[in-house]
């Protein structure tokens, strides 16, 4: 027999849970997925991963939930800059709807690299840190290695061209430190993201400016120090954290991560509606960009993912096609890649917008080089201040490793037929006619890329090339000098969208491809459902093996260089 008081023990336990107050939380251990992996296994596998959006739409609804009454976010180095002023964005506006704030960490860095970590920090009511923690807080250092001694003794000979002087890959090769303006270019890089990060800083403690310079200088702080300079609110294990949230909000708080609030509330709030709706089509662009599908992108961090022009073509295509689409947001994140299929990218983003659809660019942490050349095209063009993009250039070449196998003792036999058969091997020197062959090719994509810009941008050739010759700028210097339109995030960059397509202020977003992981493992129907699968890629064309060998970037000649992840 049922008891009748657990019924309603257990009745009345329910509706408290659904009535009680929520502590939204949030873990950066892992990071944050900007955008599920094409490849199907790793999309499913992906699903317990903090997406972005998740975090970004739980933060919104958060800001009018009632029931939210704290934010609590345990801080790691799982994002970077750009990611990590998106995420400053959304805690201020919770902040200013009168929610508490808390950021916690067991560091901030051991040994200093704490910086972008504690500036995301910064930006949070209260700032916690374990009495064993440190404040990292050092400063923004960029670290570039030059080959061209070692590969002198190896017998390995360099052979690049570029366009123009700033485009610093073939530098990397061929040089033995900065040449002028490499370095001017890195120079600026790490000024304008220092002064980001420490003008964030100041405001959000309430310090001057200089004091925030003079503290970094004296940084990794220790916690007691760090107190004492007034970077944290306490010091503090977890359990304390949480502690001092449940006395400010109450002990009937429930815990909520922020993705799991949100895709609830989602889930509760997709009811039938009358009529179609009319909706912002989300496109993401993430990875080194290719020829043919985008890539595979698994559930660790060291798989990254690969941006094909099929695959976001398609999407294109397929948000011109329905008539519910009235504006077109493109998430890019990308160092570049292949010049065809950037190419091809930026071709379907000028159909868009002759098809009547206004297509606004949302950069993330890197959109330079390839992932330039994609957004440049594009209505509206939003940014992070601290986003790596620009690097308007192209380099293309190969190492001669002839002395190299001389000296280990490998012989090598050819045969051929066509002068320019053995054009981009490793073992051969480029000939006269070669190199003739090579520099066509860059000034014809150099020149290409440039009048694209000036086209897309409204810039004088002139101008374009100041501002090109393959130099990286920052979100904050690109806007300033016409690269970019706005400053902001995703939110910002959606808000944009419904505006230029009419619609409401709550309209909702859809992503594209509209897919699940399942549904993308079946077979594509047409070249019009290019977006299931996966394939391989070789996006330097036949220079793809010899790039892989000698670890050069194997997406193509519109790559950035290096790494420009900042954290």
Do not use: C
């Not at 560091?107 to 704490?114: A, Q, V």
């Not at 990794?220 to 909000?249: C, H, I, N, T, W």
């Not at 000098?481 to 619609?503: F, P």
């Not at 079946?522 to 892989?548: I, M, N, Q």
């Amino acid at each position: 027999m049922v008891d009748p008081g657990s019924v309603v023990s257990a009745i009345k336990q329910a509706r408290d849970r659904r009535t009680a107050p929520l502590v939204l939380e949030l873990d950066l251990t892992d990071g944050i997925v900007e955008t599920p992996p094409a490849d199907p296994l790793a999309a499913i596998l992906s699903m317990r991963r903090t997406h972005l959006r998740d975090v970004l739409d739980g933060l919104r609804r958060a800001r009018a939930d009632a029931r939210v009454r704290a934010l609590v976010v345990k801080i790691t180095g799982g994002v970077g800059l750009a990611m990590a002023q998106e995420l400053r964005e959304a805690v201020i506006a919770v902040r200013e709807a009168g929610k508490l704030t808390v950021a916690w960490a067991e560091t901030f860095g051991e040994g200093g690299r704490g910086t972008v970590p504690y500036y995301l920090a910064s930006a949070f009511d209260k700032v916690y840190l374990q009495p064993t923690g440190e404040v990292g807080l050092t400063g923004i250092a960029l670290e570039e290695p030059f080959f061209a001694g070692a590969l002198e003794k190896l017998g390995v000979q360099p052979r690049f061209a570029k366009r123009h002087e700033y485009k610093t890959m073939a530098n990397t090769f061929m040089e033995k430190g900065y040449t002028p303006e490499h370095e001017e270019s890195s120079r600026r890089l790490v000024t304008s993201l220092g002064e980001q990060i420490t003008t964030g800083i100041a405001a959000a403690r309430d310090l001057p400016p200089d004091r925030v310079r003079e503290l970094m200088d004296q940084g990794p702080l220790l916690a007691a120090e760090a107190l004492e300079a007034k970077l944290v609110d306490r010091l503090g294990y977890r359990d304390e954290v949480y502690a001092d949230v449940r006395e400010e909000v109450g002990d009937q708080a429930i815990l909520r991560y922020v993705a799991r609030y949100n895709r609830t509330h989602a889930l509760s709030q997709r009811l039938p509606q009358p009529g179609r709706q009319d909706v912002v089509a989300l496109i993401n662009g993430h990875g080194p960009i290719r020829l043919g599908r985008s890539g595979r992108g698994g559930p660790l961090p060291t798989q990254s993912a690969a941006m094909g022009s099929d695959t976001i073509g398609a999407a294109l295509r397929a948000a011109v096609k329905d008539d519910r689409v009235k504006a077109i947001v493109f998430r890019v994140n990308s160092p570049g890649g292949s010049a065809v299929a950037s190419d091809a990218i930026w071709r379907e983003v000028i159909l868009a917008g002759k098809a009547g659809k206004p297509v606004i660019v949302s950069m993330g942490n890197v959109a330079a080089s390839g992932g330039y050349y994609v957004a440049m095209a594009a209505d509206t063009i939003v940014a992070q201040p601290g986003t790596i993009t620009g690097s308007i250039g192209v380099v293309v070449g190969k190492a001669v490793v002839n002395g190299l196998l001389d000296r280990i003792g490998v012989g090598l036999g050819t045969v051929a037929e066509g002068e320019h058969a053995r054009m981009l091997s490793a073992t051969k020197d480029f000939s006269e006619s070669e190199w003739e062959r090579i520099n066509a090719s860059l000034d014809q994509i150099y020149d290409d890329f440039t009048r694209k810009v000036a086209e897309g941008r409204g810039l004088s050739r002139e101008r374009v090339h100041e501002l090109a010759r393959g130099r990286v700028w920052t979100g904050a210097d690109a806007k300033e000098h016409g690269l970019v339109d706005e400053l902001g995030g995703l939110d910002l960059a959606l808000e944009l969208a419904r505006k230029k397509g009419g619609l409401a202020a709550d309209a909702p977003v859809r992503p594209y491809p509209h897919t699940s992981p399942f549904e993308r493992l079946r077979p594509p129907e047409s070249s019009e459902d290019r977006t299931a699968a996966t394939a391989r890629f070789d996006g330097w064309g036949s220079l793809g093996g010899v790039a892989a060998r000698l670890g050069l970037p194997a997406a193509g000649p519109l790559t950035l260089p290096g790494s420009w992840e900042i954290r």
